[in-house]
RNA sequence: GUAGUCAUAGCUCAGUUGGUUAGAGCAUCGGUUUGUGGUACCGAGGGUCGUGGGUUCGAGCCCCAUUGAUUACCCCA
């Protein structure tokens, strides 16, 4: 007899770890309404021609695939047929995995019906074949919200709003918002010569935080790149506080080409949009991110006390609809890592104590009698918002009592002979465990009061 | 794909240089108490020591293989 488990990466969330993952996300969900954000769900899988080329080929790598239903293998013959060549004609299908790839299939699929600017969010698993470690899941959660149809800055400053509202909301105020711009990137790489390694080496710069200069110059020369253009990079990789003077400083170290005079000009004007306003804002040379879509601004936040990688990313991205041949439609979007930010939430016990009760009050019925009394009155208790439940069975007190302790259970109203003949129940507060009788119509008036 | 660590009760883990019948806490169930819990005391059930092979008089412990978990690299939320 084996035990049950499930696939690695993935995991159980008990009824505890879904409250918490709960209040997160309605937390997140509030704060994109707010900025006017309407819901979408996309299916679980989507048609591999879609997925495939959207993430690199690392990401193809990651994508789980799905095998074709009924006798898919009756018409192949395995002679014909590598490991490769084969997957194409038995799989059509494959999970999710990302949220944004779905959203551009859909705006494109349905752009005669939704109106332009489109706001929406979206929060759903997504599925990546990866190695999983701390903090990487082969199913978690992305809570994504994008705006398409413009090109805006205002979306830019309304997400770095949106993350510290979120964030503030969550109690959780040791984090950076790091911001870049793909093209800035673009520009140094020009400036050094290199373009060609140009992916490659936004790859390495991106690992800054944890190689540091050093490494990252180690790596740039194992590249082939020489002295004068690795220093070059690296004079680009430091972090500094987002404002005029310092942006001022990175137009005089740039070239003079298309790509950073459109940088420049991005930032500064979301440096205006923010009105000054820059707190737990960053400007980071070294932020880069690995999907290929991005075109514009990169956003990315990361928790500044716990050793966690990023909780939540985004960018602009010019073109993600034109693959699926719709031109034209610029789009932004970010994206929340919530089981990130639930485990560093866990670690610096930033979850509210209260409302962890799913019932308030429990009816425990101590003969079979008791329970035509007891459900109309919980019933009422019910139709006052008050979650109430009837122990299902007239077992011993103690085993009754021991229920309600179990699940945090405030309230137990005690229900017997010597109750229903007088209408006096036996109310008892679980925390003091002071207990009075109550009058039967004053059951629900008592809890309502609270 | 590469490398390290680990695998003993439902859970968290002890288990001495290899030595008799593998232990504890928590959880579960029963009792002290037939209607009063969360604190106390008593008791019970629960194990092919991940799996397969080897060394040995003897293996939870040593060796090999295998599976799984976990951490780091690559990449990413």
């Known amino acids: ?47 591999l021609s879609t997925l495939t080329g959207k993430y690199g080929a690392e990401g193809d790598q990651l994508l789980f695939k799905i095998l074709n239903s009924g006798d898919y293998l ?10 490769k060549s084969l997957t194409p004609l038995i799989s059509e299908k494959g999970l999710r995995y990302d949220l944004t790839v779905p959203l551009a299939r859909y ?25 999983p470690q701390k903090g990487r899941y082969r199913e978690f ?10 090109n805006s800055l205002l979306c830019e400053a309304d997400f770095i709003k949106i993350y510290r509202q979120v964030f503030s909301k969550l109690g959780l105020n040791d984090f950076e918002i790091r911001i870049n711009h793909r093209k800035l990137l673009e520009a140094v790489v020009e400036k050094a010569d290199v373009s060609v390694h140009f992916k490659t ?36 990789l430091n972090k500094q506080a987002f404002n005029a003077a310092n942006l001022e400083a990175i137009q005089h170290a740039l070239p003079d080409t298309e790509n950073a005079k459109k940088a420049m000009s991005d930032l500064n004007q979301l440096l205006n949009l ?12 070294s932020l880069a991110r690995g999907l290929d879509y991005y075109t514009g601004c990169i956003l990315e936040v990361v928790p500044t006390s716990v050793q966690m ?32 930010i639930y485990d560093v939430m866990e670690e610096l016990n930033l979850f509210p104590t209260d409302g962890t009760n799913f019932t308030d009050v429990l009816f425990c ?9 007891s459900l109309p009155l919980a019933d009422e208790l019910r139709l006052n918002g008050i979650k109430t439940e009837v122990y299902p069975d007239t077992s011993k007190l103690k085993k009754q009592l021991d229920y309600a302790n179990a699940k945090n259970i405030l309230w137990a109203v005690i229900v017997g002979e010597n109750e229903m003949k007088n209408n006096q129940l036996a109310l008892k507060n679980l925390l003091t465990g002071e207990q009075e009788l109550i009058d039967k119509m004053a059951l629900t008036v008592f809890f309502q009061k609270l």
């Open 141 to 150: 959660w992305q809570c994504d919200a994008d705006v398409l149809g413009t």
């Open 274 to 285: 923010l009105d000054q306003k820059t707190d737990f804002v960053y400007l980071d040379g």
């Open 74 to 83: 009756k018409d192949i013959n395995s002679d014909k047929f590598d490991s």
């Open 309 to 340: 990688g990023s909780i939540s990313g985004g960018g602009r991205y010019d073109d993600l609809t034109g693959i699926f041949g719709l031109k034209g439609i610029s789009g932004i979007g970010i994206s929340f890592g919530i089981d990130r």
């Open 1 to 47: 007899m084996s035990k049950p488990s499930i696939p690695r990466g993935t995991r159980d969330f008990g009824p505890k770890i879904m409250a918490k993952r709960k209040y997160i996300l309605n937390t997140i969900e509030k704060v994109y309404q707010s900025f006017g954000f309407m819901p979408l769900e996309t299916p679980s899988m989507e048609n």
């Open 107 to 131: 705006v494109v699929m349905n752009q005669n019906e939704v109106t332009f600017p489109f706001k929406r969010y979206q929060m759903q698993p997504v599925w990546r074949a990866d190695r």
């Open 365 to 373: 019925c101590m003969d079979e009698s008791a329970f035509a009394y």
């Open 201 to 236: 080496i936004t790859i390495i710069i991106d690992k800054a935080d944890k190689i540091g200069m050093d490494g990252v110059k180690n790596e740039l020369i194992a590249l082939g790149l020489n002295d004068v253009q690795s220093t070059i990079i690296l004079s680009l």
